[in-house]
């Protein structure tokens, strides 16, 4: 099967599975279908775009390295790139891949999310988004502390005004009461 066939399935594919989706939407109640819907048309639309472009050049056409055009690279300055890095001394073999640094790393991964849901559990979504980012981005980020709070402070206003105000959802307030 060729590459542009391959392509055409997974596409098809997609195609039916947001179709369903819409479908299944049309039947929800007027502000159910607030999300699904809107996100099923636009996921349509593109995908029909997609197999549109895909099937009106050659197959040449369809080999595009996405990394080198969002970051605007061309083959010419990644290869001398290339070049530099095998220029460079090489650290020991096992440095990159020792255990106890993957141990680390997931030991890591698993407490940011092990704590992002005690706070979720404790403060509920808003303040717990809030908190996470700031603390994550205090921690771990390069920002300056203006800027880790204006971050934190957007998202959670976000979140707040797309779920509580324009959709009228009730968030979980956590168990400690009172706090937003």
């Known amino acids: 099967m060729s590459r542009r066939a ?8 997609l195609l039916v599975a947001f179709g369903a989706i ?7 109640g007027p502000q159910t279908r607030m999300v699904p819907v809107p996100v099923a048309v636009f ?31 061309n083959a010419h300055t990644e290869a001398a790139r290339m070049n530099a890095a095998a220029a460079r001394p090489r650290r020991s073999p096992g440095a990159a891949t020792d255990v106890s640094v ?17 706070l979720f559990m404790l403060f509920g979504p808003i303040l717990a988004i809030f908190l996470f980012i700031f603390g994550y981005s205090a921690m771990f980020g390069r920002l300056r502390w203006y800027a880790t709070l204006s971050l934190a402070i957007g998202v959670s206003g976000s979140l707040y005004l797309l779920f509580v105000v324009l959709l009228h959802t009730q968030l979980f307030p956590g168990y400690v009461p009172g706090l937003l």
């Open 6 to 13: 391959q392509e055409n399935v997974v596409a098809g594919a």
């Open 43 to 73: 996921s349509i639309l593109l995908i029909v775009a997609q197999l549109i472009v895909q099937n009106r050049g050659s197959e040449d056409d369809l080999h595009v390295d996405v990394l080198d055009v969002l970051t605007r690279r």
């Open 22 to 28: 819409l479908a299944i939407s049309l039947t929800y």
């Open 102 to 118: 993957i141990g680390r790393r997931e030991a890591l991964a698993l407490g940011l999310v092990l704590a992002l849901l005690a």
